[in-house]
């Protein structure tokens, strides 16, 4: 059984005046279901408490879905949302929207090959919009960024787009305005593993940074 955890630490460093550098937890808080449970993103909201994205199963062996909770800063879940379909789905990512609610970045098994998946929430949790993006192979998002305008980016991974014989994996970026709808879409032929990420930043022209791995 794997648990999705969240551990808080107040300030960091050693007050005791031993030197030790070990620091134990203010709260544990475990969260999710009867299966295997990932934390994959955590976010501190504007009133001080702490949103929680990744994946969850109700028992063990079954799909997993999008699992989004929020807990206080004292360690307690105020509420918890599902999301997804009849096959695998799983939140990677998340910011806050502009105005109100927050944005979740994912992959979603239940419309075919995987897809990316995004969702709006409220401040409750509850979906706004959900959207999916992606080609007619596995696609995935493992990051995005907010933009001042209120569009996002987001950036992740493809096997849709790969030409290179070498197989592997794509990558991309795609930006979409406020209301999910896709803006943009660039591929970069940089191939990687399937559990190489990327990563966002944006940047002060209204662009945004755009960060991969490569090998030597």
Avoid: M
Wanted: proline share 3%; with cysteine.
């Amino acid at each position: 059984l794997i648990t999705a955890a969240v551990l808080f630490l107040g300030a960091c460093g050693d007050d005791s005046g031993t030197g030790s550098d070990e620091q134990s937890p203010t709260w544990v808080l475990i969260l999710g279901g009867d299966g295997s449970d990932r934390a994959r993103a955590v976010l501190t909201t504007s009133d001080g408490s702490y949103l929680v994205a990744g994946s969850s199963q109700d028992t063990a062996g079954a799909d997993a879905d999008v699992y989004l909770a929020q807990v206080d800063r004292r360690g307690r879940r105020v509420w918890e949302r599902t999301f997804g379909g009849a096959r695998d789905d799983e939140a990677y990512a998340l910011t806050s929207a502009l105005g109100a609610g927050y944005l979740v970045a994912g992959s979603t098994n239940s419309n075919g090959p995987s897809d990316a998946y995004l969702i709006r929430i409220d401040g409750v949790g509850d979906a706004i919009w959900e959207r999916t993006a992606g080609g007619e192979d596995a696609d995935w998002a493992t990051d995005l960024a907010l933009a001042p305008d209120g569009s996002f980016f987001i950036c992740g991974q493809s096997n849709s787009l790969v030409a290179s014989p070498a197989g592997g994996y794509d990558l991309f970026v795609a930006r979409f305005d406020a209301l999910g709808n896709e803006t943009w879409f660039r591929k970069f032929n940089a191939i990687v593993g399937e559990g190489d990420a990327c990563a966002l930043a944006p940047a002060s022209d209204s662009g945004v940074v755009f960060a991969y791995p490569v090998e030597d």
